[in-house]
């Protein structure tokens, strides 16, 4: 076997190998740590782990000034705005019309394609399951308390992105977001988005249809 590079994911540095080895112990950190390689694309699954590890860093930085920047936006755009929510229905709120949210949808959306692709390629589940939940829950994480209806709104409308990490989580990990999901703050703003992600959701898990969120949304949409 030809040697091979491998990353640790702890330090990032670099280790040659020239046999295929299942476990190592960095000479520079003394992080122990698997290095099989992945059967679809040659690489050691630390290699591609090290690469999935970056994206995810790339989405949480992301996602945290995306919710800066909307709500500098929204402080910025709403002053003058009289009954901005009638505005938001008709499409014509300068605050959801601002490119600033499709430039934000495109680019997470992009990070979620590169982290499912470098998922797909690794067959340590434990390794998988763990790196698309930190993923999922950024990406779920409910607005903070007191947020702006407009910027809960836009904030909400980037769950269903998540979708194809779901395939990556272990049952266990699918069903603690799942739970998290359905925490009394997220059901006073659960929309379509959620609906479509909770039903997904609710079929990986083998919930019936009427128990679960899915059904709890349907009820508040006639409610209103």
């Known amino acids: 076997m030809q040697p091979y590079t491998v990353s640790c994911p702890h330090c990032g540095e670099t280790v040659t190998l020239d046999k295929n080895v299942q476990e190592i112990i960095c000479p520079y950190c003394g992080t122990k740590y698997n290095v099989s390689r992945s059967e679809s694309s040659g690489r050691a699954d630390s290699v591609i782990l090290y690469e999935a590890t970056q994206v995810v860093n790339q989405m949480l930085k992301a996602i945290d000034k995306y919710h800066e920047d909307s709500i500098k936006l929204y402080e910025g755009t709403q002053k003058n705005v009289s009954n901005p929510f009638k505005k938001l229905l008709a499409g014509t709120d300068p605050f959801a019309m601002s490119e600033i949210h499709n430039r934000y949808f495109q680019y997470l959306d992009n990070l979620v394609k590169e982290l499912d692709e470098h998922l797909s390629s690794i067959h340590d589940k434990r390794s998988k399951s763990d790196m698309a939940k930190k993923a999922v829950e950024a990406i779920l994480a409910p607005a903070s308390a007191g947020t702006p209806f407009q910027v809960v709104f836009n904030y909400e409308a980037d769950d269903i992105l ?18 998290t999901f359905a925490t009394p703050e997220r059901q006073k703003y659960f929309y379509p988005n959620q609906k479509k992600l909770a039903e997904l959701m609710e079929y990986k898990l083998g919930i019936e249809k009427k128990k ?11 409610s209103k």
């Not at 998540?162 to 739970?179: A, G, M, N, T």
């Open 162 to 179: 998540s979708q194809p990490l779901l395939k990556h989580l272990s049952d266990d990990d699918l069903r603690s977001i799942y739970d």
């Open 212 to 222: 679960g969120l899915a059904a709890l949304f349907s009820k508040l949409k006639r």
